[in-house]
């Protein structure tokens, strides 16, 4: 059964910090997601890597597929508010997504 | 683009009624889905379809819940005899999968804003 674990599980830091959260597993994954929820709507798609290795940046968001496509990162430089919300990653083969349970990370101004 | 669309957005009910959830997907896809969130968790993957075909139900969907796509576009959820513990959050994702084309299928799902359950 793949598994995808994420780390740390709640976040509070001040705006401007940086800040890391990984999603790991013991599985190989094809493609990694990772989705943006806030309260009360459903996730938002932030980012596909596919490729072990990969970088890809999405304005302050850098994510990283790690090597053997077992775990992934999302690192955020400069938090703003507008950055709270759950942070979630997911994967998994031509049909259901498997997520992790998710970052719940806290800007405060 | 009107994205993935759910009604109703709350629903409020009694233990022992029946409840009736809808999915309109995005036009293009072929792949529909379900899942269900709790506080705190990732969504849990409940069934999906494949234009009107039910691919594959998790052990989660007990005899109480089914699914339809009848047309290969909108889907419906009903759940029969609720109980406190249907209480969550139900999302519906859409997706694109490619198939012979040759382009690349990442099983990239769009979801829709969710129907939030609450079951007294």
């Known amino acids: 059964t793949q598994l995808l674990e994420q780390s740390p599980q709640f976040l509070s830091i001040q705006e401007g910090e940086n800040l890391t959260v990984y999603c790991n597993s013991s599985s190989v994954f094809s493609s990694l997601q990772w989705y943006r929820q806030e309260p009360g709507e459903g996730p938002v798609l932030l980012v596909t890597v596919v490729t072990g290795g990969e970088v890809k940046k999405l304005k302050r968001l850098t994510f990283q597929f790690g090597d053997a496509r077992k775990d992934s990162s999302l690192h955020i430089t400069a938090a703003q508010p507008g950055d709270t919300g759950l942070y979630l990653c997911?994967?998994?083969?031509?049909?259901?997504?498997?997520f992790g349970q998710g970052t719940e990370l806290s800007v405060k101004p | 683009d009107t994205g993935v669309s759910q009604d109703p957005r709350h629903k409020i009910t009694k233990r022992g009624q029946n409840v009736t959830f809808r999915c309109d997907p995005i036009?293009?896809?072929?792949?529909l889905y379900w899942y269900r969130q709790t506080l705190g968790q990732g969504p849990e993957f409940l069934t999906y379809?494949?234009?009107?075909?039910?691919?594959?139900k998790s052990r989660l969907l007990s005899d109480r819940f089914s699914a339809e796509r009848p047309k290969g576009s909108f889907s419906t959820l009903e759940i029969q005899r609720t109980e406190q513990g249907d209480s969550a959050m139900y999302l519906c994702a859409s997706s694109f999968l490619a198939g012979t084309s040759g382009r690349p299928s990442y099983n990239e799902q769009f979801f829709g804003p969710g129907t939030r359950l609450t079951v007294l």
């Open positions: 997911a994967g998994g083969p031509r049909g259901k997504l498997i």
């Open positions: 379809f494949q234009n009107e075909a039910q691919l594959e």
């Open positions: 036009s293009e896809h072929n792949r």
